[in-house]
């Protein structure tokens, strides 16, 4: 294989890489909003967060990809592709994100509620000091499937020539006519990406739990559920 | 702002057309997906160790892999072994497989689910282990995951338009083709989200009242 | 405000959908004073304690501490609904012991008692420490302070809790069943506490317990609850030993006394 295929792949495997981490980061955000906002009291915060979080897990991400990249230009607005794709990608997962949250802050026991109530915390503070630190132990085993289903659907920014790993496994293709072995080979690449955020994630997961007196099962492959 | 509304509606009725490819993919899929996951859960519950491992190493190395990745990986390798089938076909193939990966975990939730005492309670009355199966545990196992079940055919639907990539025209495929002849892409694009989100939501409505319907276990 | 009338409950009712709760209920307590009510579940005794620790609000009714109302407050002559500041200023005197302890499992058992009062009174770490310290060696946990409340038995937890409630300095104590989660052994050490902090402090206390025999020693009153009412309202020695209703007899009857 020459050295110029090779810069394609490495290139497709940093972005790839890219779009995952910050599209988790910024989905994150949009998760904690969202997530809390569904929480809210006042009933027009909540009902904008349902309206996010409806739309975005009704709308294939795909279709959210190509609405940024060719809509968005329509009125008025140029945006680097790569951002598109962090943008689309974020959007979508948080939508599940949220979710996620909103369930881990609900699991958190009432009686803690009310003993931040009990010692006069002010709002922001039961949520930063009490509730936030329980519920993040139960948000990282579904964070863990959240995170793997982003990495799965960086692949599709390929279909937008944006140069992944996916693309520069067809460009590998395309010159090598190795099919089968390419295709398997990114397959095997992802699911050893997958299983690297996996581990990091078990780790992070064991540290929460500890900071709360828990101890975690152990085990690589115990992944929660994926929700729809 | 230069976005003509009527053009949306103009885009209708390819969306129809690429809608009826779309849910042709996921019936298929979903079905495949349905039995394939039963056998997968079937299979990783094995005793035997050489059965076991290799399948859960095999459901979760499809599990976490790109569709689109497996999508491409069928369309361009099944030929080269002498099997041809439509790219729809090998779409919804490729659809239900990943997606059984899916069920399979929804299966064994749902089998672990069942306690322990019926099958002590089989063993027992000395039933055979076929028996136990389809007339002890299966039939609580099931009712119990219908819910999860449902919710997977509205992602299944959701991850059409990937097929588009290997040349099934559904509606994004069939809005791009679109665009690509007036130069207009935006209004067709948008016809095809604004579609899949109506039937998106229409599923999600239709997958609450099934979950009401059998989320209750029956005693 | 007189003395006698440091908490006043006037007025006051609550349903919760058909159920009455709490029926057009009046009564006093003063500062300093030593209040248990009793009477059977759904009597509407935990009731009282969860309002005036703003966990639940009455639905008419006010409540009122050392002069001012919790929720409501005063304009020129005319009483308002009161906003969430003053609502946070006037429980600000008042704390709660719960039945499930409620320890924060982030914290470790010195924080727990520490945080408060650092966040919300805003007191210099090392005061608040020094405090904390005290607090817990005066319930017998000196040696637990880095501990995690996970690693603690039910009763250490809950004397915990009460180390808690008292760093943040309360006027008013509220106790919550404190012991019905605990075996008899782990009760007593909390009830042991609980006695202590009765005889070396004048905070003010309204219990909700079924110790009897504890309820005896530390009170000044005993209020019996039923169906929303107070039916009694004496002290120890007479309710126990006295009773004027037959509701409260058979009650007491019935009791389990737990130390």
């Not at chain 1, 009310?114 to 936030?132: C, D, G, S, Y």
């Not at chain 3, 407050?73 to 302890?101: C, N, Y």
């Not at chain 3, 008899?184 to 070396?200: F, G, Q, T």
């Amino acid at each position: 294989m020459s050295a110029g295929l090779m810069a394609y792949v490495w290139e497709g495997l940093l972005n790839t890489l890219l779009l995952t981490v910050f599209g988790a980061l910024l989905g994150l955000v949009f998760a904690f909003v969202a997530g809390l906002a569904r929480s809210s009291e006042r009933k027009v915060v909540r009902g904008i967060a349902m309206v996010y979080t409806e739309v975005f897990r009704g709308f294939p991400a795909l279709v959210l990809l190509f609405a940024l990249i060719f809509i968005v230009p329509q009125f008025g607005f140029q945006l680097n592709p790569l951002f598109a794709g962090v943008l689309a990608l974020a959007l979508n997962i948080g939508a599940y994100a949220a979710e996620v949250v909103r369930g881990a802050v609900r699991s958190v026991p009432p009686g803690q509620l009310e003993a931040a109530i009990a010692l006069n915390f002010t709002p922001l503070q039961r949520l930063r000091k009490v509730i936030l630190p329980q519920a993040i132990v139960a948000m990282i085993p579904p964070f863990t499937n959240n995170l793997i289903e982003l990495l799965k659907a960086t692949s599709l920014v390929s279909l937008v020539y944006i140069s992944d790993l996916t693309f520069a496994g067809q460009l590998l293709r395309a010159s090598t006519g190795e099919t089968a072995l390419v295709f398997f080979g990114l397959l095997v690449g992802y699911g050893v990406i997958a299983l690297g955020f996996t581990v990091v994630m078990k780790l992070l997961e064991r540290m929460a739990a500890r900071s709360l007196g828990r101890s975690v099962p152990k085990g690589l492959f115990g992944r929660a559920e994926v929700a729809a | 702002m230069n976005f003509q509304w009527n053009l949306v509606w103009d885009a209708v009725p390819t969306m129809l057309d690429g809608l009826v490819v779309a849910l042709f993919a996921t019936c298929i899929g979903y079905v495949i997906a349905l039995v394939l996951g039963l056998v997968f859960a079937f299979l990783r519950r094995s005793g035997n160790r050489w059965v076991s491992a290799p399948v859960g190493f095999l459901v979760e190395f499809i599990r976490s892999t790109p569709l689109l990745v497996q999508l491409f990986f069928f369309f361009y390798v099944l030929p080269l072994i002498g099997i041809s089938a439509s790219p729809l076909v090998t779409g919804a193939f490729a659809l239900g497989l990943h997606y059984a990966t899916y069920t399979s975990e929804v299966y064994r939730s749902g089998i672990d689910g069942v306690p322990a005492g019926q099958w002590e309670a089989a063993t027992a009355l000395n039933l055979s282990t076929r028996r136990t199966w389809t007339n002890v545990i299966l039939p609580q196992a099931i009712p119990r995951v219908i819910p999860a079940l449902a919710n997977y055919v509205i992602a299944m639907f959701k991850d059409t338009p990937q097929l588009l990539a290997i040349t099934v025209v559904e509606m994004l495929g069939g809005a791009i083709a679109l665009g690509s002849e007036t130069f207009r892409y935006s209004e067709p694009i948008a016809a095809a989200g604004i579609v899949y989100l109506l039937v998106a939501l229409l599923m999600a409505w239709l997958a609450r009242i099934v979950e009401r319907r059998f989320g209750q276990v029956r005693v | 405000m007189t003395n006698g009338e440091f908490i006043t409950f006037d007025g006051v009712h609550k349903s919760f959908g058909n159920n009455v709760v709490l029926d057009d209920l009046s009564f006093s307590v003063g500062s300093g004073e030593r209040v248990t009510l009793i009477g059977p579940s759904g009597s509407g005794k935990t009731t009282i304690l969860r309002m005036l620790m703003t966990l639940t609000r009455p639905d008419r009714g006010t409540i009122g501490v050392d002069g001012d109302y919790l929720y409501h407050e005063r304009r020129g002559d005319t009483l308002v609904p009161a906003g969430e500041a003053h609502i946070r200023k006037v429980r600000s005197r008042i704390t709660m012991v719960f039945q499930h302890f409620n320890l924060f499992p982030n914290m470790k058992v010195l924080r727990n008692v520490t945080e408060a009062p650092i966040h919300v009174l805003g007191r210099p770490k090392e005061e608040a420490e020094a405090r904390g310290r005290e607090l817990l060696e005066m319930v017998g946990l000196a040696d637990k302070l880095d501990a995690h409340p996970s690693q603690l038995s039910g009763g250490q937890q809950q004397r915990v809790a009460i180390a808690r409630a008292l760093a943040v300095d309360p006027d008013v104590l509220l106790l919550d069943e404190v012991t019905s989660a605990l075996d008899p052994e782990l009760a007593a050490e909390v009830l042991d506490v609980l006695r202590d902090i009765a005889k070396s402090t004048d905070v003010t206390m309204l219990l909700v317990t079924h110790a009897m025999r504890f309820a005896r020693d530390v009170s000044d009153r005993v209020l019996m609850f039923n169906e929303g009412k107070i039916i009694e309202d004496a002290a120890p020695d007479k309710l126990f030993n006295e009773p004027e209703h037959d509701r409260t007899r058979s009650f007491l009857r019935s009791v389990i006394d737990e130390t």
